[in-house]
């Protein structure tokens, strides 16, 4: 069954730098998700992109975060300037359709820890 | 606004117990429900949805009824075993999708 696939498993930055998060999504999916769940907490929804723009995005995903699609397969979350609070389980998602008409297919996470 | 709201854990059972996992949700309209389960050093797993009132999701003989009246969608199991043991996540869609705090379960031998 195809996957989505999230590089790397964990990810280790000081403080202040900027950090790349991977994806892959499935091949045949048109939308494309980030998810965050600091440890302990809800799994809390950050971004959603369609059609090579943001379709929705939620209040933390504020000016330090971005995202790009840069070529046919990857999707990747960009978090500038990072801080303590950034630490957390960081999680793609892909689905055919929009939310709510097909189940959101996740990936295993990257564990992001800020130092 | 839409949330998610699940019973606090964590969860241990013996083997072969009885399972609920309480869920209730507030929502406009009527949206899909949904669990999802995060096994230990894994990501969100669909577990089972229901789309309308009264729909009953099920898998891996775990159930949940889509309860209009009572706004819940808990998640049962008959005879849980220790590969059941896991986080599970109670989750609504709108335009994205709303999770819980998670429920952890533990399954002792």
């Known amino acids: 069954e195809p996957e989505v696939t999230q590089t790397p498993s964990h990810q280790v930055t000081q403080m202040g730098q900027e950090v790349i998060l991977r994806c892959v999504p499935i091949?045949?999916?048109?939308?494309f998700y980030w998810y965050r769940q600091i440890l302990g907490q809800k799994v809390e929804f950050l971004v959603s992109?369609?059609?090579?723009?943001?379709?929705?995005k939620s209040e933390i995903f504020d000016d330090q975060f971005s995202v790009e699609r840069p070529d046919g397969s990857n999707f990747t979350l960009k978090i500038r300037s990072t801080k303590l609070e950034d630490s957390a389980m960081y999680f793609c998602a892909s689905s055919v359709d929009r939310a709510g008409n097909q189940p959101q297919h996740f990936g295993d996470g990257t564990r992001l820890s800020i130092l | 606004g839409n949330s998610v709201t699940q019973m606090e854990g964590p969860v241990t059972l013996s083997e072969e117990a009885f399972l609920t996992i309480n869920c209730t949700y507030t929502a406009t309209g009527y949206p899909s429900l949904f669990w999802y389960v995060q096994y230990p050093g894994e990501g969100l797993q669909l577990l089972l949805k229901?789309?309308?009132?009264?729909d009953k999701g099920s898998n891996k003989g775990f159930e949940a009824t889509y309860r209009k009246e009572t706004t819940s969608f808990h998640l049962e199991k008959g005879s849980v075993q220790v590969s059941d043991s896991a986080v599970y996540f109670c989750?609504?869609?709108?335009?994205?999708?709303?999770f819980g705090t998670g429920t952890s379960l533990t399954v002792i031998p």
């Open positions: 992109f369609y059609n090579n723009e943001i379709s929705e």
């Open positions: 229901a789309t309308k009132a009264d």
């Open positions: 091949s045949n999916h048109l939308y």
């Open positions: 989750a609504l869609v709108g335009n994205q999708f709303y």
